[in-house]
């Protein structure tokens, strides 16, 4: 017997769209229904395994019963925008998946699938009716099952008419008689007023239906009821007749529509999921037409021999993918494999194996291929493997393109820059991921990654940002990996004492003043000692008791003298285990520390720091601030020098929204902060206060950040109504950047992105979000974005241009770090003053802006000093 699947689509889309989280495309185009709903689609797909699909659909256009009843589903909310959306998208991918579409105006997606499946029925085809919708039970028989989802989309109750009367103890179509008397909330249907759920389905369990209940209403007992009853006698019956699902509809059905699909097409899926962003359901198409077998030629090299006869093969472009031991720890970085990649072929290379044989030998061989500047060179996420050339003294040349940090250009969203998913997002492919040469079919991908790349960088006027700052940029940080910063160990363990004694101090502070010991760093006694011993308001209550998280404590700092003291002990502990121990981890042999920079982390386009994050350290207690007396020059004459941008995203905000007031106000050289307080505080700028140029500070950075009225209320601990007032004399004495605030955001909801001053670009799908508190979030990242992300560019520009400048003028002295706005170098004794002006000229000059850059210059002979 041949099956159907019929899709209540609508109901099906409405129960995905509420089930997941928020999801968009990198276009900011909502995909969570449609996601959750091809999904399910799977699921049943491979539990029934129909002959054909068919998915009906409802139209805008009234219905026959809207003509009969025009209070026929009033009240129901609007379809969310973000929900309407996805209907087009999820009807052309059916089309494409062969699945028929039915709509008719007129008549609903229920009417349609009562006629389809009746249809069936009569020509000995089973059915499978998959919806949200309980109304579409009535149709349930021994030939059609009724899924109902549940919980979302993930679970389903399954019924055909025995198992409903068996449940119901009614028969399906008696179904539309307990609607009939009960009526329906979500479809506006009447019923009759005072019978509920129970009370109707032991009426029609007792009469059989509607009408036999009125015929028999002096038999029924209860005073109440019976009046309902008979002052409503023609409601029941019409609300009967609007529950009825309509098995007529006027459509042309053939044996072939519920009998057979159209072929799906593969390759226009490919596309659309690839435009959607939907690897894991990519996966789930296979094409027929080509072999799950890999047809890559997969050729494996393990001796020198065939190293050597293999580079010198080589002419004019390489793809190369690679694999290190240990990435984190410099003294251990080896590499193990290198893979190159051709189209349709992939040469896995043991290096680990080769080195082996003879080390000496093997590196000569592959610097002869990486010195080649005649062999360009496309590499995946190559920062590291540059940092092992760095390590065995090869120079790489000819390397022009980075596939992982062109992707992280493109779209900054992502987790992950990894080759197989550039595969899935850029070319749709699904290699088995269980196969022993994976690495070889990978890096097969690379020229066509490659080329799909470089023209979208191109194409989204790119080729600047990538070209001159983010792919130099990659030596730069190569180079400050392998350089490292020197340690001074004697001082490390001379802080842990001291860390160690400072906490004691302040736990036995803590229980003096509770008057008992517990464990601090346990939210639950904490709780109990705060809450109920000291009897401080609760302000926030978790599944485990009571919240004592930072944003509470901070709330309570005035009501108890203990308050204050928690939060530094929280923080000296941090800071004593991530950087007093956590330093001490990851000393290398040289006595250095490698920090590792990451360039596709971060959405905003800044760099970040790991093993360890020296971006980090706190600095709001002198104990935070002390850890950087550990970071010391690599000579004892050397000299730490720390060149900081001053207020770098003020300045940004300034040259972007070209208000005159804030440029007049760089360019004049006048303390910002105190500008603003005297516009703010209307006062003239010599009775500004240290309070009132602390306020105006808050509002600057705030404005920068999108901030509330009510967060920088929180802020300030001032009333809201100050906050607004405080903001709303800030943007009328900046009016352009009040300008700028509105354009970035309407901007935003246009295109979905934002861009910076070199045109890097940030998605913002949060400001579609119907919901508000996501919506307005998306508002702060869009005017934060363009502010932020330049800031970025320029520090990173200025990175580029001082790297090049001391190579260029054959300095021995080093970039060694970069934290935020801030440039850290080791500077040899001699060239210090030559060193210092360089190094402010080229931040100063990395780009030009409507203000001046400020650059502030400190040194010393620890990293605290030179701040």
Same mark, same amino acid.
């Given at each position: 017997?041949?099956?159907?699947?019929?899709?209540?689509?609508?109901?099906?889309?409405?129960?995905?769209?509420?089930?997941?989280?928020?999801?968009?495309?990198?276009?900011?185009?909502?995909?969570?229904?449609?996601?959750?709903?091809?999904?399910?689609?799977?699921?049943?797909?491979?539990?029934?395994?129909?002959?054909?699909?068919?998915?009906?659909?409802?139209?805008?256009?009234?219905?026959?019963?809207?003509?009969?009843?025009?209070?026929?589903?009033?009240?129901?909310?609007?379809?969310?925008?973000?929900?309407?959306?996805?209907?087009?998208?999820?009807?052309?991918?059916?089309?494409?998946?062969?699945?028929?579409?039915?709509?008719?105006?007129?008549?609903?997606?229920?009417?349609?699938?009562?006629?389809?499946?009746?249809?069936?029925?009569?020509n000995a085809t089973e059915v499978a009716i998959v919806t949200g919708d309980k109304d579409a039970l009535q149709l349930a028989s021994d030939?059609?099952?009724?899924?109902?989802?549940?919980?979302?989309?993930?679970?389903?109750?399954?019924?055909?008419?025995?198992?409903?009367?068996?449940?119901?103890?009614?028969?399906?179509?008696?179904?539309?008689?307990?609607?009939?008397?009960?009526?329906?909330?979500?479809?506006?249907?009447?019923?009759?007023?005072?019978?509920?759920?129970?009370?109707?389905?032991?009426?029609?369990?007792?009469?059989?239906?509607?009408?036999?209940?009125?015929?028999?209403?002096?038999?029924?007992?209860?005073?109440?009821?019976?009046?309902?009853?008979?002052?409503?006698?023609?409601?029941?019956?019409?609300?009967?007749?609007?529950?009825? @699902?309509?098995? =007529?509809?006027?459509? !042309?059905?053939?044996?072939?529509?519920?009998?057979? $699909? *159209?072929? &799906? +097409? /593969?390759?226009?899926?490919?596309?659309?999921?690839?435009?959607?962003?939907?690897?894991?359901?990519?996966?789930?198409?296979?094409?027929?037409?080509?072999?799950?077998?890999?047809?890559?030629?997969?050729?494996?090299?393990?001796?020198?021999?065939?190293?050597?006869?293999?580079?010198?093969?080589?002419?004019?472009?390489?793809?190369?993918?690679?694999?290190?031991?240990?990435?984190?720890?410099?003294?251990?970085?080896?590499?193990?494999?290198?893979?190159?990649?051709?189209?349709?072929?992939?040469?896995?290379?043991?290096?680990?194996? @080769?080195?082996? =044989?003879?080390?000496? !030998?093997?590196?000569?061989?592959?610097?002869?291929? $990486? *010195?080649? &500047? +005649? /062999?360009?060179?496309?590499?995946?996420?190559?920062?590291?493997?540059?940092?092992?050339?760095?390590?065995?003294?090869?120079?790489?040349?000819?390397?022009?393109?980075?596939?992982?940090?062109?992707?992280?250009?493109?779209?900054?969203?992502?987790?992950?820059?990894?080759?197989?998913?550039?595969?899935?997002?850029?070319?749709?492919?699904?290699?088995?991921?269980?196969?022993?040469?994976?690495?070889?079919?990978?890096?097969?991908?690379?020229?066509?990654?490659?080329?799909?790349?470089?023209?979208?960088?191109?194409?989204?006027?790119?080729?600047?940002?990538?070209?001159?700052? !983010?792919?130099?940029?990659?030596?730069?940080?190569?180079?400050?990996?392998?350089?490292?910063?020197?340690?001074?160990?004697?001082?490390?363990?001379?802080?842990?004492?001291?860390?160690?004694?400072?906490?004691?101090?302040?736990?036995?502070?803590?229980?003096?003043?509770?008057?008992?010991?517990?464990?601090?760093?346990?939210?639950?006694?904490?709780?109990?000692?705060?809450?109920?011993?000291?009897?401080?308001?609760?302000?926030?209550?978790?599944?485990?008791?009571?919240?004592?998280?930072?944003?509470?404590?901070?709330?309570?700092?005035?009501?108890?003298?203990?308050?204050?003291?928690?939060?530094?002990?929280?923080?000296?502990?941090?800071?004593?285990?991530?950087?007093?121990?956590?330093?001490?981890?990851?000393?290398?042999?040289?006595?250095?520390?490698?920090?590792?920079?990451?360039?596709?982390?971060?959405?905003?386009?800044?760099?970040?720091?790991?093993?360890?994050?020296?971006?980090?350290?706190?600095?709001?207690?002198?104990?935070?601030?002390?850890?950087?007396?550990?970071?010391?020059?690599?000579?004892?004459?050397?000299?730490?020098?720390?060149?900081?941008?001053?207020?770098?995203?003020?300045?940004?905000?300034?040259?972007?929204?070209?208000?005159?007031?804030?440029?007049?106000?760089?360019?004049?050289?006048?303390?910002?902060h105190t500008k603003t307080a005297s516009e703010v505080f209307k006062v003239p700028i010599d009775e500004v206060t240290s309070l009132m140029?602390?306020?105006?500070?808050?509002?600057?950075?705030?404005?920068?950040?999108?901030?509330?009225?009510?967060?920088?209320?929180?802020?300030?601990?001032?009333?809201?109504?100050?906050?607004?007032?405080?903001?709303?004399?800030?943007?009328?004495?900046?009016?352009?950047?009040?300008?700028?605030?509105?354009?970035?955001?309407?901007?935003?909801?246009?295109?979905?992105?934002?861009?910076?001053?070199?045109?890097?670009?940030?998605?913002?799908?949060?400001?579609?979000?119907?919901?508000?508190?996501?919506?307005?979030?998306?508002?702060?990242?869009?005017?934060?974005?363009?502010?932020?992300?330049?800031?970025?560019?320029?520090?990173?520009?200025?990175?580029?241009?001082?790297?090049?400048?001391?190579?260029?003028?054959?300095?021995?002295?080093?970039?060694?770090?970069?934290v935020h706005d801030e440039l850290i170098l080791n500077v040899k004794k001699e060239e210090f003053e030559e060193v210092k002006k360089l190094?402010?000229?080229?931040?100063?000059?990395?780009?030009?802006?409507?203000?001046?850059?400020?650059?502030?210059?400190?040194?010393?002979?620890?990293?605290?000093?030179?701040?």
């Amino acid at each position: 017997m041949k099956k159907l699947l019929i899709l209540d689509s609508n109901s099906l889309m409405n129960r995905a769209f509420y089930a997941l989280p928020p999801l968009t495309n990198s276009d900011g185009i909502n995909t969570n229904a449609i996601y959750g709903f091809i999904n399910m689609l799977f699921k049943i797909k491979d539990e029934i395994n129909p002959d054909s699909i068919i998915a009906t659909f409802d139209l805008k256009a009234p219905t026959f019963r809207h003509k009969e009843y025009a209070e026929y589903k009033a009240g129901r909310n609007k379809m969310p925008p973000e929900l309407a959306e996805q209907f087009p998208i999820i009807k052309d991918l059916f089309k494409l998946m062969g699945i028929k579409i039915f709509e008719i105006e007129g008549f609903e997606a229920d009417d349609l699938i009562g006629t389809v499946s009746k249809f069936a029925e009569n020509n000995a085809t089973e059915v499978a009716i998959v919806t949200g919708d309980k109304d579409a039970l009535q149709l349930a028989s021994d030939s059609t099952k009724v899924i109902i989802t549940k919980k979302g989309v993930s679970e389903t109750a399954v019924y055909d008419s025995k198992t409903f009367i068996d449940e119901f103890e009614v028969t399906p179509t008696q179904f539309i008689d307990v609607k009939g008397l009960m009526g329906d909330k979500s479809d506006n249907i009447p019923g009759v007023p005072g019978v509920g759920e129970k009370t109707a389905f032991k009426l029609i369990k007792e009469y059989g239906s509607v009408e036999e209940v009125m015929k028999n209403i002096d038999n029924i007992p209860g005073k109440k009821l019976k009046e309902n009853l008979e002052n409503n006698v023609e409601q029941a019956i019409f609300s009967k007749k609007l529950a009825t @699902i309509m098995r =007529e509809v006027p459509i !042309e059905l053939t044996l072939d529509d519920i009998n057979s $699909m *159209e072929k &799906e +097409n /593969i390759a226009e899926i490919k596309k659309m999921l690839i435009k959607l962003e939907m690897k894991s359901i990519l996966a789930k198409f296979k094409d027929d037409t080509v072999s799950e077998e890999s047809t890559v030629e997969i050729k494996k090299i393990h001796n020198i021999k065939e190293m050597k006869e293999l580079f010198l093969e080589k002419k004019n472009r390489i793809y190369i993918d690679y694999t290190l031991s240990d990435a984190s720890i410099y003294s251990k970085l080896e590499l193990e494999y290198l893979v190159l990649g051709e189209d349709n072929k992939g040469i896995i290379i043991y290096f680990k194996d @080769i080195i082996s =044989e003879n080390k000496d !030998e093997a590196l000569k061989v592959l610097r002869t291929l $990486m *010195e080649d &500047e +005649n /062999i360009k060179k496309v590499i995946h996420d190559g920062k590291n493997f540059v940092t092992y050339l760095n390590k065995n003294k090869i120079e790489i040349k000819g390397f022009d393109f980075d596939t992982a940090i062109a992707a992280y250009l493109i779209d900054s969203s992502k987790n992950k820059y990894e080759i197989l998913e550039l595969v899935n997002r850029y070319i749709g492919d699904n290699p088995n991921t269980e196969d022993e040469n994976l690495k070889g079919i990978l890096s097969s991908y690379l020229p066509e990654i490659y080329e799909e790349l470089k023209e979208t960088l191109h194409k989204e006027n790119m080729d600047k940002l990538y070209y001159e700052v !983010e792919h130099p940029l990659i030596y730069v940080l190569s180079s400050m990996e392998s350089i490292g910063f020197n340690i001074n160990k004697g001082m490390l363990d001379e802080l842990q004492i001291k860390f160690k004694k400072e906490i004691e101090e302040t736990q036995n502070e803590i229980y003096k003043l509770s008057e008992e010991e517990f464990n601090i760093s346990s939210p639950k006694q904490l709780g109990k000692i705060l809450f109920e011993k000291l009897d401080l308001p609760v302000l926030k209550k978790t599944k485990t008791g009571y919240s004592t998280n930072q944003e509470v404590l901070e709330k309570l700092i005035d009501k108890h003298e203990i308050i204050p003291k928690i939060m530094y002990y929280r923080q000296i502990t941090k800071i004593n285990s991530t950087y007093v121990e956590g330093l001490k981890n990851v000393i290398d042999e040289d006595g250095r520390i490698h920090s590792n920079f990451n360039q596709t982390v971060t959405t905003t386009g800044r760099l970040s720091s790991t093993e360890p994050n020296l971006q980090n350290i706190p600095i709001k207690y002198e104990m935070g601030r002390e850890i950087r007396k550990v970071f010391i020059p690599m000579e004892e004459t050397d000299i730490l020098v720390s060149c900081d941008y001053s207020q770098i995203e003020l300045r940004v905000l300034a040259h972007i929204a070209g208000d005159e007031n804030m440029i007049d106000a760089f360019e004049h050289h006048s303390d910002i902060h105190t500008k603003t307080a005297s516009e703010v505080f209307k006062v003239p700028i010599d009775e500004v206060t240290s309070l009132m140029r602390s306020r105006a500070k808050a509002v600057n950075f705030g404005i920068v950040y999108g901030i509330s009225a009510f967060s920088l209320a929180e802020d300030l601990k001032i009333s809201k109504k100050e906050a607004e007032e405080y903001m709303s004399i800030y943007l009328e004495r900046y009016p352009k950047i009040k300008e700028y605030l509105e354009n970035v955001v309407k901007e935003a909801q246009e295109k979905g992105y934002v861009l910076t001053i070199l045109n890097r670009r940030r998605f913002i799908p949060e400001i579609k979000a119907s919901n508000k508190i996501v919506k307005a979030l998306g508002d702060r990242l869009a005017m934060n974005a363009p502010i932020q992300g330049s800031a970025a560019d320029i520090i990173k520009l200025a990175m580029v241009n001082v790297y090049n400048k001391l190579n260029e003028k054959n300095l021995k002295s080093e970039l060694i770090l970069q934290v935020h706005d801030e440039l850290i170098l080791n500077v040899k004794k001699e060239e210090f003053e030559e060193v210092k002006k360089l190094v402010a000229e080229e931040m100063e000059n990395a780009i030009k802006l409507k203000v001046a850059l400020d650059v502030d210059v400190n040194f010393g002979k620890t990293w605290y000093d030179a701040k």
